[in-house]
């Protein structure tokens, strides 16, 4: 295992994301055997830092990933939690939330706690001092209860700005969305720049294969990275990349099996970070995917918490990317097909609650009106 240096410990360069674990039945139950599974081999293979929130499984993360790091010394790993400022119901209740979070993972203290999506939809509460949610967390680190602070991001770069002039001294990481095809997409190579400018505050980061999204390729992109590496996978493209960005500390992979964390710790027995040519080519591919224009879903399913109607709306824009993409008429309208009435898209109320706190600000009502006029 690669270990990066941060203020005095070794933290695994891969870090256990926690927000798609293994589920089982239409309720999506967390397992907890294969999470456990999952748990083990990566302490015996050198991971230290894991990940959980608030809202990851609808608040299941936290009660499963507590009680099994519970059997392992404490002193053994680094356990991160986030507040959940992307939900207006949670604003100015820090210090509700932060206690129960405690006593949900079985700790006395975060090793790393994050302002969890600060995003254009809640910026403005986290900079209004009547919430006091983030010198809340401040206090917290003072009182020994977090170790390190930060925060993680979808927003644009004038809120992120804004967000670092009032709090930047008090953060020492920040997580952000960062794989090759968001390292334009989603400015990522200028929040990284924006990281160094305020203190070079080291980069955690998310949804480095896109939500799964970059785990396969078409067959065409597979054969322009296999003529660089022959024996590569197109996972391990995607970390790849991450390790030739020097400010990146941690890379969280929310791993859902145990073949997933077998691989990744694999690939993270070494550093092999690309050449010039290798990284143009990914930048070439990443040019070309972008130009289909699809929704850019990672499926987080923080909407599908908020939506009132039950919508599974990552797949459906799944089905929707897919529709647009391949131009075919027959495939998406099949397995929409297949969705009972009350799930459609011809369903969707148009509240807009799921793009309150979509962290990559996707019209949802808007693609469920012409995901719905494009498969009558």
């Not at 055997?33 to 809202?55: R, S, V």
């Not at 130009?291 to 987080?300: F, H, I």
Request: glycine residues 6%; charged residues 30%; negative net charge.
């Amino acid at each position: 295992m690669i270990y990066k240096e941060f203020k005095g410990k070794k933290l695994s360069a891969l870090g256990m994301g926690c927000m798609r674990l293994p589920t089982y039945g239409e309720d999506k139950t967390i397992d907890e055997a294969k999470t456990a599974e999952m748990f083990d081999y990566a302490i015996k293979n050198g991971i230290n830092y894991f990940d959980t929130a608030w809202g990851y499984h609808d608040g299941k993360s936290e009660l499963v990933v507590g009680k099994l790091l519970e059997k392992y010394p404490r002193e053994s790993f680094y356990l991160a939690s986030k507040f959940p400022g992307y939900s207006k119901e949670t604003w100015g209740r820090a210090k509700e939330i932060f206690e129960k979070q405690l006593e949900k993972c079985r700790v006395d203290h975060f090793d790393f706690y994050l302002i969890h999506n600060v995003s254009e939809g809640n910026i403005d509460a986290y900079l209004d001092e009547k919430y006091g949610d983030v010198m809340y967390f401040v206090k917290m680190r003072e009182e020994g209860k977090i170790g390190h602070l930060g925060f993680s991001t979808h927003a644009n770069l004038e809120n992120m700005r804004r967000f670092l002039d009032k709090y930047g001294k008090y953060m020492e990481f920040c997580q952000i969305q960062l794989n090759w095809l968001d390292w334009r997409l989603q400015k990522a190579e200028a929040k990284v720049a924006m990281m160094k400018e305020y203190g070079n505050i080291p980069v955690w980061v998310m949804e480095p294969v896109r939500g799964g999204k970059l785990a396969t390729l078409e067959e065409g992109y597979a054969k322009q990275l296999q003529a660089h590496r022959e024996d590569e996978s197109i996972p391990a493209w995607a970390f790849r990349f991450i390790q030739s960005i020097p400010e990146v500390c941690v890379t969280l992979s929310g791993m859902s099996d145990f073949e997933q964390v077998k691989a990744n710790i694999k690939t993270f027995s070494e550093e092999k970070p690309l050449s010039g040519d290798e990284w143009n080519t990914l930048m070439s591919i990443a040019d070309s995917m972008v130009g289909r224009k699809t929704l850019n879903c990672t499926a987080c399913r923080y909407c599908t918490t908020y939506c009132p109607q039950g919508l599974d709306i990552p797949r459906i824009i799944e089905h929707y990317n897919e529709h647009t993409v391949s131009g075919r008429s027959e495939v998406s309208p099949r397995m929409i097909a297949s969705y009972a009435e009350d799930k459609l898209p011809t369903a969707c109320i148009g509240c807009r609650s799921c793009e309150e706190v979509c962290p990559q600000n996707i019209e949802i009502s808007e693609m469920m009106s012409d995901f719905a006029a494009k498969i009558k």
